[in-house]
Each structure stands twice: as structure tokens, then as C-alpha cells.
């Protein structure tokens, strides 16, 4: 341990000291002018990535951008199932290779498999807008994908086949990332990441885990458009997904561990 870590060892150490001392109510702390004085003049040396989480970017993982773009090159040039015959282009995935939250989806769309990105077409724009109101974050933020990289003709349902053919992709590019939260659009998406046949309605609105990292299963963008015929049921099934995406915000912002409450036995999977 170089000298830097001791340092902040030390001072998170007495940082709990500090607030078992508090006052309960007020939760206030009188001090000394002498000490007061002393910890003003602490001064950490600030590192690159510490300015840059201030800033509220998230620095960039080189080599696993690097392997995210070999990756993108392989899937382009992919034949393993018949998808590949019917598609303008493939749709690998957009965002950052050190993103902290990844939403995966099912598959790409017209839109997408013409533009080549994930979640533009009607159900990208509300994503979106689920991003960046809901959660107040940028698109550029987080990170998206789909299980399979190629658009099923007519936007039908992925099969078991394909399925299978495209999630080592999804796996690796997981494991690229390695992100604090994943979040499933849909049952599709879902059932590839937990190896369930469940609901995405039983799923939603607890804590998953996919190879140790937390998921949380909420509604597809496209399931939502599909409900506004009927308002009443829109607004019950739009404030699911509000609650499902600002439970991932509480983690993200490390006020709730679902590994943590995992371990005391608070949540199952």
C-alpha cells in the first residue's frame, strides 16, 4: 500500500469515527479551532480519474474499448445462423467500454438494422427519454445493446437458435464492460441473462444477479408504446418502469447493495 492509500485509509477510518460522534439529532459535530484548522488545510493530489467523476464523465477503459471494437468487427463478418442473409447491417452496440450501467434489449429493428445503432427507432426515443429524464443521465452515460445483432425479419420474436448463436457475444461484451448494473428490457432479454422461462411481469421489481453483477428486469420500451391505446394501463405500466430504473439509480449512487443485502439473506434469486 503506497503512501496516497494509507492516506485515505486513514481518513475514511476516522470519517466513521467521526459520525458514530455526531450528534444524533442534528447530526453535528462541535470542533476545536486547532482541529478545525487542521483538517482545513488537508488537500488530497486530485487523479485524473477523480476529476473526471467530479465532472461527472467516466473515463475510458482503452483496452477494453479496443477489444469491443475487434469484437464488432468479428460479429459484422458473422454467417452462424441464417439472420445474417436478411440484414442490411449488424447493430453491435453503442456507449462507453467503461459504462457503469448496461440496458440490454432483444434485438435490433428496422430503424436499427438500417442505422447500425441499437434503440433509434420509436423505442430508442423513449428509452432515451427514460435515460435521460427518469434517471438524468446521458445516453453516452450507459451503455446498449440487444442479445441478438441481427434484425429477425418482420421485428418476430428471436429463436432458441439464434439465441444461442449471438449470446457469446452478449457474455463477452459483459465481461468487456464489466458493469455495476445491468438492466433487461423485456422477457427476452431477461430469460437469455437469468436462464429463466419467468415472466418478465415475475421478474421485475426485485434484484437479480447475472455472474455477480446486479439486474434489474423491467419493461421493454416497445411494450410500453404498445399500451398507450389504453391510458389508465400506460400510466400503471410507466410508473413500473419508473421504479424499476430509479431502484438501479439508488445503486448506482451507492445508497442501496443488493449484493450486500443478497448476503443477509434481504432478497432472493
Known sequence: ?????????IVEETCGLVKQAAH????????SPELAGALESIRFHETPEDAAAAAGEVPENGEAAAELDYLAEEVSACEKCPL?????????GQGSASSRLVFVGEAPGAEEDRQGVPFVGAAGKLLTRIIER???LKRSEVYICNVLKCRPPGNRDP???EVEQCEPYLMRQLE????KVICALGGHAAKTLLRTTESTGRLRGKWHFYRGI?????????????TQ??????QTEKRKVWDDVQAVMRVLRGEDNPQQEASTGHLFD
Open 1 to 9: 500500500m503506497d503512501s496516497s492509500e494509507m492516506l485515505r485509509e
Open 84 to 92: 445474417y442473409k436478411s440484414r442490411s447491417q449488424t447493430v453491435f
Open 229 to 234: 391505446d389504453n391510458p389508465e394501463r400506460y
Open 24 to 31: 444524533p439529532r442534528r447530526n453535528t459535530l462541535k470542533l
Open 159 to 161: 429463436r432458441a437458435d
Open 134 to 136: 427518469g434517471m438524468k
Open 214 to 226: 446486479p439486474l434489474r428486469v423491467t419493461y421493454h420500451p416497445a411494450y410500453l408504446l404498445r
Open 176 to 179: 468487456l464492460i464489466r458493469p
